[in-house]
Structure formats: structure tokens, C-alpha cells
């Protein structure tokens, strides 16, 4: 498979997956879908998990590992990639809502009444820590793989996705939570822990 086709796909699968949750999009999709708009984001996850399981495919079983780790490296790889994935696991059940990631609680709410109170920022566990632990311990899984060049590439593209993303998603929490969420980003890194 050609590397420059494979980390194309990947840039181009980014895109979309931001596009599709952007403020623009999103808004279009509440004036185009109204009450139904409760479905949307189960529609986003089906799709964006419908179009990255092929990409993930991609890998030939003809790539080589490039890189490998002496025995003692090796041990510290692994407590990075197995620890990175219990944090994450933490993160998703205990800090966020893992109901409304996956758009199950805005189903559940379709038909009643909306609160209109602006939700309250979550400080607590992680993110009291780090304003955002998933994109943190998703880069620190990727980089602490066994890597072939395919690795490399798709990690590449993965790692500046996720730091856009997440200065992306910045700015539509300021606009959903105003001063308090500039506040929070005044008292709580971003990405790397104790940096304030």
C-alpha cells in the first residue's frame, strides 16, 4: 500500500470526523433536524467507527517493525501503553458522560422538556488535572506502540489531529460555557499535567 494514499485517507478521515462535529455542521443539523437533532451524535459515532475500521485495515501484513525496544525499554513501553489505556478507560466512565459521548442520553431526553441552565464544568478526578485526559493518553497510546512505517505515518497524522482537534474543541467549550470555561483554562492545563 502506498504510504503518501495511507496518510491521506487518514488526514482526509480527520477532517470529515471534525467537520461532521464542527459548530457550523452541527447547528445546520439542529435547524435541518430539529427535534431529531436528539439522534444526531449516535448517527456521528456509527459513522465515524463505519469509516476508521477500514482505515485500520489498511496496514499491510507485509510491513516490518521499524522500530523495537531492548528488553528494559520494552517493559517501560508497555506500562505506558497498558497504563494509557486504564486512564483512558477512567477517564471515559468516571469523568466524562459516557451516555451523552455516545449520544444515548440525548435519546433517552428526545421529547421532554430542555433545560435551559448552562451545564457546570466538571473538576473533578482527571480533570482537575488535565482539561482534556483522553486526547493526552490516546497520543501516549500511539507513541508507546511497536511501530512499522505504517505505524509511524498513521500516528503522524493521529497526534496533529488530535492537538488541532483539541484547540478546536477549546473554543466551542468557550462558546458553550463562556467565562466559566475560560476560567477553568486559566486554573487547569490542557495537556500536560502540573504545567500551571
Known amino acids: 500500500m502506498n504510504y503518501l494514499l495511507i496518510a491521506l485517507l487518514w488526514a ?10 464542527s459548530t457550523g455542521f452541527t447547528k445546520l443539523m439542529m435547524r435541518l433536524l430539529k427535534k431529531y437533532f436528539a439522534f444526531y451524535r449516535l448517527f456521528y459515532i456509527i459513522f465515524s467507527l463505519a469509516l476508521i475500521i ?3 485495515k489498511l496496514q499491510s501484513p507485509s510491513d516490518y517493525e521499524i522500530i523495537t525496544y531492548p528488553a528494559t525499554l520494552d517493559i517501560i513501553r508497555q506500562v505506558l501503553m ?17 451516555l ?14 430542555k433545560n435551559s441552565s448552562i451545564p457546570e464544568i466538571k473538576r473533578k478526578g482527571l480533570l482537575g488535572i488535565i482539561r482534556h485526559p483522553m486526547y493526552l493518553v490516546l497520543i501516549i497510546f500511539l507513541w508507546s506502540k511497536v511501530f512499522t512505517l505504517t505505524d509511524l505515518i498513521v500516528n503522524s ?11 478546536l474543541e477549546e473554543r466551542k ?24
Open 12 to 21: 482526509l478521515y480527520c477532517a470529515l470526523h471534525s467537520f461532521l462535529i
Open 54 to 56: 477500514p482505515l485500520f
Open 82 to 98: 497498558y497504563g494509557s489505556l486504564i486512564m483512558f478507560g477512567w477517564a471515559f466512565f468516571f469523568d466524562y458522560d459516557a
Open 100 to 113: 451523552s459521548f455516545f449520544g444515548i442520553r440525548q435519546i433517552m431526553e428526545f421529547g421532554k422538556k
Open 157 to 167: 497524522v493521529l497526534t496533529v489531529y488530535v492537538i488541532i482537534g483539541t484547540v
Open 173 to 196: 467549550l468557550v462558546l458553550e460555557f463562556g467565562d466559566a470555561y475560560t476560567n477553568y483554562k486559566n486554573e487547569v492545563p490542557m495537556l500536560i499535567p502540573f504545567t500551571k
